[in-house]
């Protein structure tokens, strides 16, 4: 049945609702409840915990900007996303004070008990709200997360009402990081153009003017977390997506050369990952790496992951610089509507990025 239902095309903005894990944690089972489990899939790969040849690139916001640092900087940032698609940013310009808020409200938030954070739930026919995404059918395989995901900007696309109003501050420290976020996003996709050698200013301005959904994840502990999943494994359809950590347990994983790589947290670091936007514009140089995110026997893990989108004005396709000296185009071009209805409307036994090669 899951694989027909993989086989067909699919309304992917619709989700079904799912049974709290949260909820079911607090139960302390000692076994996962079959629909949970993973077993065919996490042993799939030979799992690589950073090895000292193989750790996540760090890339310094600080060095990009400094004149007298910047050529060096722009090649391991250009590096990083070649061969990584992912890597760990520090001196973002974030302010520590927004961050340290936004995870405060994201604790608080899950603190809350279950009926004051299902008036937050999603709707039919809507991924915003409190749930899980992507549940299509009722013998899906589930993943072990709770989450809230919501539209932040531009402001007009907010949809309040699902907003949640407790904790009191959670909107307002929402509004102000989702803030911050942009600019991070504008100044390191500014460099990523730079490193590419394309027109800085014009992309930067695109994600300026941008869009950007912010998902809040809670991963509770597991009693058997070698055989469920946190996340499913994917690439984002996002043009850079921004991962903030709410604390020191590692659960990201990214997949590099056959291998998955566990990314370690680092203090004041925010994970930054190439999405499929970026791919296409950089006709295949850069690279949205699959990635996951596994749990923990014994501990809760949070973070707050934003989807960092260009203006929906702006056609999504391989920049004119990589294609007028005659090297053919790696993928189509589409407005955004298109490149939205197409990710949301689709086969999940496809990679989405597979459907929009030439």
Same mark, same amino acid.
């Given at each position: 049945?899951? /694989?027909?239902?993989?086989?067909?095309?699919?309304?992917?903005?619709? $989700?079904?609702?799912?049974?709290?894990?949260?909820?079911?944690?607090?139960?302390?089972?000692? /076994?996962?409840?079959?629909? #949970?489990?993973?077993?065919?899939?996490?042993?799939?790969?030979?799992?690589?915990?950073?090895?000292?040849?193989?750790?996540?690139?760090? +890339?310094? @916001?600080?060095?990009?900007?400094?004149?007298?640092?910047?050529?060096?900087?722009?090649?391991?940032?250009?590096?990083?996303?070649?061969?990584?698609?992912?890597?760990?940013?520090?001196?973002? !310009?974030?302010?520590?004070?927004?961050?340290?808020? @936004?995870?405060?409200?994201?604790?608080?938030?899950?603190?809350?008990?279950?009926?004051?954070?299902?008036?937050?739930?999603?709707?039919?026919?809507?991924?915003? !709200?409190?749930?899980?995404?992507?549940?299509?059918?009722?013998?899906?395989?589930?993943?072990?997360?709770?989450?809230?995901?919501?539209?932040?900007?531009?402001?007009?696309?907010?949809?309040?009402?699902?907003?949640?109003? *407790?904790?009191?501050?959670?909107?307002?420290?929402?509004?102000?990081?989702?803030? %911050?976020?942009?600019?991070?996003?504008?100044?390191?996709?500014?460099?990523? /153009?730079?490193?590419?050698?394309?027109?800085?200013?014009?992309?930067?301005?695109?994600?300026?003017? !941008?869009? #950007?959904?912010?998902?809040?994840?809670?991963?509770?502990? $597991?009693?058997?977390?070698?055989?469920?999943?946190?996340?499913?494994?994917?690439?984002?359809?996002?043009?850079?997506?921004?991962?903030?950590? $709410?604390?020191? +347990?590692?659960?990201?994983?990214?997949?590099?050369? &056959?291998?998955?790589?566990?990314?370690?947290?680092?203090?004041?670091? +925010?994970?930054?990952?190439? &999405?499929?936007?970026?791919?296409?514009?950089?006709? !295949?140089?850069?690279?949205?790496?699959?990635?996951?995110?596994?749990?923990?026997?014994?501990?809760?893990?949070?973070?707050?992951?934003?989807? $960092?989108?260009?203006?929906?004005?702006?056609?999504?396709?391989?920049?004119?610089?990589?294609?007028?000296?005659?090297?053919?185009?790696?993928?189509?071009?589409?407005?955004?509507? %298109?490149?939205? *209805? @197409?990710?949301?409307?689709?086969?999940?036994?496809?990679?989405?990025?597979?459907?929009?090669?030439?």
């Amino acid at each position: 049945m899951e /694989a027909e239902a993989a086989a067909a095309t699919l309304n992917l903005e619709c $989700c079904l609702p799912v049974p709290s894990v949260q909820e079911l944690a607090i139960q302390q089972p000692e /076994a996962v409840p079959p629909r #949970y489990i993973r077993d065919h899939v996490v042993g799939d790969h030979v799992i690589t915990v950073n090895p000292s040849s193989d750790r996540v690139p760090l +890339i310094d @916001m600080n060095k990009l900007v400094d004149p007298d640092s910047q050529d060096a900087e722009l090649r391991r940032l250009h590096s990083a996303c070649k061969h990584w698609g992912l890597f760990q940013l520090i001196n973002h !310009g974030a302010a520590d004070e927004s961050l340290r808020n @936004m995870k405060k409200q994201a604790q608080e938030f899950f603190d809350l008990p279950l009926e004051e954070k299902k008036r937050w739930g999603q709707k039919p026919g809507s991924l915003e !709200g409190y749930g899980q995404a992507f549940v299509i059918s009722e013998e899906q395989k589930l993943d072990w997360n709770d989450m809230i995901f919501l539209r932040t900007l531009p402001h007009e696309i907010r949809k309040l009402d699902l907003w949640p109003e *407790h904790p009191p501050k959670f909107r307002e420290t929402l509004e102000t990081y989702s803030e %911050e976020m942009r600019k991070v996003a504008t100044s390191l996709v500014r460099s990523m /153009a730079m490193a590419l050698e394309l027109e800085a200013q014009e992309i930067s301005d695109a994600y300026q003017e !941008g869009l #950007y959904e912010v998902r809040t994840t809670l991963y509770p502990p $597991c009693p058997e977390p070698e055989r469920v999943i946190g996340i499913t494994q994917h690439a984002d359809y996002s043009g850079i997506t921004l991962l903030l950590e $709410c604390g020191n +347990i590692p659960g990201l994983q990214v997949l590099k050369d &056959g291998q998955w790589v566990t990314v370690i947290p680092v203090d004041g670091a +925010i994970v930054a990952n190439i &999405g499929h936007i970026m791919e296409i514009m950089s006709n !295949g140089i850069y690279k949205a790496p699959d990635h996951r995110a596994m749990v923990n026997r014994f501990k809760e893990r949070r973070s707050i992951t934003t989807f $960092c989108f260009p203006s929906s004005s702006v056609k999504i396709g391989p920049a004119k610089e990589f294609t007028k000296s005659g090297t053919p185009p790696l993928y189509r071009t589409l407005t955004y509507a %298109e490149y939205r *209805h @197409m990710f949301y409307n689709r086969r999940l036994d496809v990679p989405f990025i597979d459907m929009l090669k030439i």
